[in-house]
């Protein structure tokens, strides 16, 4: 008897060692779909908008079911907050880079400009899409959910936090860090809307010269 449970035992730990390698499986299957339907959706809806864009567009566009689209994200507004969220960590992260990176703070800001408009000039499709929502970068988001307003304020605190020490080294001029985060914030969507109606065609270089020329003019002492 105790042969015979120490065989069922046995066989139950194998098959628990098999069914790990198939959840990452899946796992790792699931990501990769999630990947391809979120670069998508990204391209539908900067071509349609959020309000006209349909999961059966996004799911053309991918080559996925709708299936498999419902089993990573049960529904349009789902999506649609999983690729600003993706996207908007992906900006955190280059703000923090830059904000922690020693050196001056006019080379931080410089690094932040080229950070900011590379990205953007690497994903024309979320800036395009980004600019069919209609808000200010310079306002905390309100209708995306509180992931959305923790994301915005955490690039704001990394910006302002630059402006903050380059007035201590004298390097900036003198007011509240807050209001120069913001109005580089604004800054840098006028740059890129005027890039995007003009139809993309300046360069990454020529659009960094003119964010870092009216930067100098706003904030250089």
Do not use: C
Not at 9 to 37: D, F, M, T, V
Not at 94 to 110: I, M, N
Not at 112 to 120: Q, S, V
Request: aromatic share 10%.
């Amino acid at each position: 008897m105790n042969a015979k449970y120490g065989a069922m035992a046995n066989h139950r730990k194998g098959s628990g060692g098999l069914r790990r390698p198939r959840e990452e499986a899946r796992r790792a299957r699931n990501e990769l779909y999630r990947q391809h339907i979120l670069q998508a959706a990204e391209r539908v809806f900067s071509e349609r908008g959020f309000e006209n864009a349909k999961l059966q567009e996004i799911s053309a566009q991918a080559g996925l079911s709708m299936g498999t689209i419902y089993s990573i994200f049960a529904s349009k507004d789902e999506l649609f907050l999983a690729l600003l969220e993706e996207r908007g960590q992906e900006l955190r992260d280059l703000s923090r880079e830059v904000a922690v990176t020693p050196g001056s703070a006019r080379a931080a800001l410089e690094r932040l400009i080229e950070a900011y408009i590379g990205y953007f000039v690497q994903h024309p499709t979320f800036l395009t899409m980004h600019l069919k929502l209609g808000h200010s970068w310079v306002l905390a988001p309100t209708a995306e959910g509180e992931g959305q307003v923790r994301i915005w304020q955490e690039i704001h605190d990394s910006q302002a936090d630059i402006f903050r020490r380059g007035i201590a080294e004298g390097a900036f001029v003198e007011e509240d860090p807050e209001f120069l985060a913001k109005l580089f914030s604004a800054m840098d969507q006028v740059v890129l809307s005027q890039w995007a109606a003009e139809g993309m065609k300046a360069g990454r270089a020529e659009l960094i010269a003119r964010m870092r020329n009216a930067t100098q003019r706003a904030f250089y002492r």
